[in-house]
């Protein structure tokens, strides 16, 4: 429901996507966009016609034909979809939470385009694997009054294939196109570990990115501050104290040592002739 508290007819709403399509192919999205949300059943294709009734009125062929060979672009629609989310579900001025993440979409067939073996971690048994295909999704978070947590709205799409272009770089793709659409806006990418890496070098300075840490993370301290010199700035009191060498009493030490036979701190060192400041011990007793 909107903020403002007025809801829209269905028609708006769908009226809004009109710029990304031609006049015959808006038409044949709105009939499957009201046949996607009447289905109950399986969300297929013909499915869609099945719910918006029109199985009858239309061939299949035309339905086919809007997925596989109608003039529009995924991204413009996506796009068009943030537009209405951001002005219609989020306060004025306030950030885009964008969470991204992948997901594998299971198909079978020798001609799928894109399918391979992923990973999945929803799959069932000792091995998490299954055919098909790896989308790359982003969704805006929103809070709707009438639940009490938060929903997940799609709005882009990438399809990942192996060894090709990484996942990182489509997350970062389209991260930075919501940014572009909405530059008055701070947007906050959240993802988890497969998605923080080099690739995210040279953000935005309205672009905000949490993951989680991979296992094999290292963490560094800033560098320091240029200061125009050669070679490494000293720090204060940071010179090399000679290493606390320690050794047996002699014969002939006081009682108490010789009794406890306690080990002693001897501090007669001298300095490496390699100069390279290492320290070695000089023979005691």
Not at 86 to 108: M, N, Y
């Amino acid at each position: 429901m909107p903020l403002d508290g007025t809801l829209p007819s269905l028609a708006a709403l769908l009226a809004v996507f009109r710029s990304c399509f031609t006049a015959p192919g808006h038409r044949s999205f709105v009939a499957l966009a009201v046949g996607l949300i009447a289905q109950t059943r399986r969300r297929t294709v013909c499915g869609m016609l099945l719910g918006a009734g029109l199985e009858l009125l239309w061939h299949h062929s035309r339905a086919h034909r809007f997925f596989a060979a109608a003039r529009w672009c995924t991204d413009a629609v996506g796009l068009t979809l943030c537009d209405l989310i951001v002005a219609q579900l989020l306060p004025p001025g306030a950030a885009i939470t964008v969470v991204v993440d992948d997901t594998l979409f299971k198909r079978s067939g020798k001609k799928v385009f894109g399918a391979a073996w992923h990973h999945d971690g929803a799959a069932k048994g000792p091995k998490p694997i299954g055919f098909g295909n790896c989308w790359v999704v982003a969704a805006i978070i929103v809070q709707l009054p009438f639940l009490s947590r938060p929903v997940c709205l799609p709005i882009l799409a990438r399809l990942w294939r192996p060894r090709r272009t990484g996942k990182i770089a489509f997350a970062r793709e389209m991260v930075e196109a919501i940014a572009a659409r909405h530059m008055g806006r701070v947007v906050h990418a959240v993802g988890d570990a497969a998605y923080a890496g080099e690739h995210l070098r040279g953000l935005d300075d309205s672009i905000t990115w949490t993951s989680r840490l991979k296992i094999t993370s290292v963490l560094h301290e800033l560098p320091p501050a240029r200061t125009g010199k050669s070679g490494r700035p000293r720090t204060k009191g940071a010179r090399w104290a000679p290493p606390r060498i320690w050794r047996r009493p002699a014969p002939g030490a006081p009682p108490g040592c010789a009794a406890t036979g306690a080990w002693t701190p001897c501090r007669s060192v001298k300095r490496c002739a390699c100069g390279m400041g290492r320290f070695t011990p000089r023979r005691c007793g």
